[in-house]
T-cell receptor, first 115, second 114 residues
Framework: AQSVTQLGSHVSVSEGALVLLRCNYSSSVPPYLFWYVQYPNQGLQLLLKYTSAATLVKGINGFEAEFKKSETSFHLTKPSAHMSDAAEYFCAVSDPRASSYKLIFGSGTRLLVRP | KAGVTQTPRYLIKTRGQQVTLSCSPISGHRSVSWYQQTPGQGLQFLFE???????NKGNFPGRFSGRQFSNSRSEMNVSTLELGDSALYLC?????????????FGEGSWLTVV
């Protein structure tokens, strides 16, 4: 069975500082991996996805993530945090062998950006 | 083009009642899935439909059901509501089947059961 672990339910950074949100997965096969962002009272917006092409994936709003098979990780980074980045971030995994696109989500990390 | 549209956005129901939530996918999208989001359990997969057929179902009791119509619009129904059913219900759509396809989420329907 697949699972996702997001370390840190809350991460606080200063505006302009590096953002690092951690995601580790468990899967019997290399999975597809996703990062979503959720702003208050809104749905989920896809930031980026890894589907077995380049291991360094660039997404929207300056975010990127690197798939590291040896570490079973897919951490999300952004060089310089902006106040508008304050939101909840979810890492998710799916099974590339499946015709279904069922996503298994981590528990989420709330990013706080201090002025 | 318009995104995934969910109605109603907010609703309050009483224990024991039933509720129907509606989802209109992005035009041209044929896959629709539903998720439940709660503070305690996080985001959990409910079910997925493609071309009116249920492709996958999550680990929820039979009180939770859904369907998809020929125009790809989908509804989910929860019968005999319990307090624990209070949640944000998110609908998502995708152009086709397959786990690598991008899925797009609606803003959700907030259900409160009192």
């Amino acid at each position: 069975a697949q699972s996702v672990t997001q370390l840190g339910s809350h991460v606080s950074v200063s505006e302009g500082a590096l953002v690092l949100l951690r995601c580790n997965y468990s899967s019997s096969v290399p999975p597809y991996l996703f990062w979503y962002v959720q702003y208050p009272n809104q749905g989920l917006q896809l930031l980026l996805k890894y589907t077995s092409a380049a291991t360094l994936v660039k997404g929207i709003n300056g975010f990127e993530a690197e798939f590291k098979k040896s570490e079973t990780s897919f951490h999300l980074t952004k060089p310089s945090a902006h106040m508008s980045d304050a939101a909840e971030y979810f890492c998710a995994v799916s099974d590339p062998r499946a015709s279904s696109y069922k996503l298994i989500f981590g528990s989420g990390t709330r990013l706080l950006v201090r002025p | 083009k318009a995104g995934v549209t969910q109605t109603p956005r907010y609703l309050i129901k009483t224990r024991g009642q039933q509720v129907t939530l509606s989802c209109s996918p992005i035009s041209g999208h044929r896959s629709v899935s539903w998720y439940q989001q709660t503070p305690g359990q996080g985001l959990q997969f409910l079910f997925e439909y493609f071309s009116e057929t249920q492709r996958n179902k999550g680990n929820f009791p039979g009180r939770f059901s859904g369907r998809q119509f020929s125009n790809s619009r989908s509804e989910m129904n929860v019968s005999t509501l319990e307090l624990g059913d209070s949640a944000l219900y998110l609908c998502a759509s995708s152009l086709a089947e397959g786990s690598g396809n991008t899925i797009y989420f609606g803003e959700g329907s907030w259900l409160t059961v009192v």
